[in-house]
């Protein structure tokens, strides 16, 4: 038996609320230049945060701690189940998380997770509504929200931006090497007074931390 399926579930990240802090300072930046005045203090600031963003968008990864919200159309069914080809063929209406229950787990973009705030799902009339937080686990290593044995997503939900997961990514603690990996791209950008692109080594420094998130333009 074959059967054909299409599944759109569109997943989008915004930031809530932005790291506190510089992730590396206006001194760390200066160190690595000759004979910068304190007058340019608030471009490197400036600077800092863009190479900031762009090591983050680069590596897929929250650089600081920060509260980010992923909004996705639903909790996707996993390609292939049984139980849709049981249904023989044909063309069929219907919500599939509604068939399914939907995927018992979540990937949760631009790790390192560091905790889950909330989990909120909207029905077909737009009520919202979240997610006891007994129903799931959160593995912070891997950045998965995954549910308890025998517990199911909420169904009946709107076909589009039906989930709406807030939560807190980011380090701690910077590895060395991303750090100076943002002082370099920081510099670079103070030297041609724009924002020009990372250095080689910048990005060669990145590289081992780079993940596939499935949101990023390669």
């Known amino acids: 038996m074959m059967y054909q399926r299409t599944v759109y579930n569109r997943k989008t990240v915004q930031t809530i609320t932005p790291p506190a802090s510089l992730v590396v300072s206006v001194s760390d930046v200066k160190a690595f230049l000759i004979d910068v005045p304190s007058s340019d203090d608030a471009i490197i600031e400036h600077f800092i945060k863009t190479a900031t963003e762009s090591a983050k968008q680069y590596t897929r990864r929250a650089i600081g701690i920060e509260t980010l919200e992923c909004q996705m159309d639903g909790f996707s069914a ?9 249904m023989g063929p044909g063309t069929f209406t219907a919500y599939v998380p509604g068939i399914l229950g939907g995927s018992g787990e979540v990937d949760l973009p631009f790790a390192p997770l560091q905790s889950v705030t909330s989990i909120t799902t909207f029905s077909r009339t737009n009520a919202a509504t979240v997610v006891d937080p007994a129903l799931y686990q959160v593995d912070l290593q891997s950045g ?28 701690t603690s910077i590895p060395a090497d991303m750090a100076q ?5 920081a510099a670079a950008m103070y030297e041609c007074r724009s924002a020009c692109e990372a250095p080689k080594v910048a990005r060669e420094l990145l590289t081992p931390y780079r993940l596939a998130d499935g949101l990023a333009a390669w």
């Open 78 to 86: 996993p390609d292939g189940d049984d139980r849709l080809a049981s």
């Open 181 to 185: 990996a943002i002082i370099q791209h």
């Open 144 to 171: 998965r929200v995954y549910l308890n044995e025998g517990e199911t997503w909420p169904v009946d939900l709107r076909a589009r931006a039906a989930v709406q997961i807030r939560y807190v990514a980011g380090y």
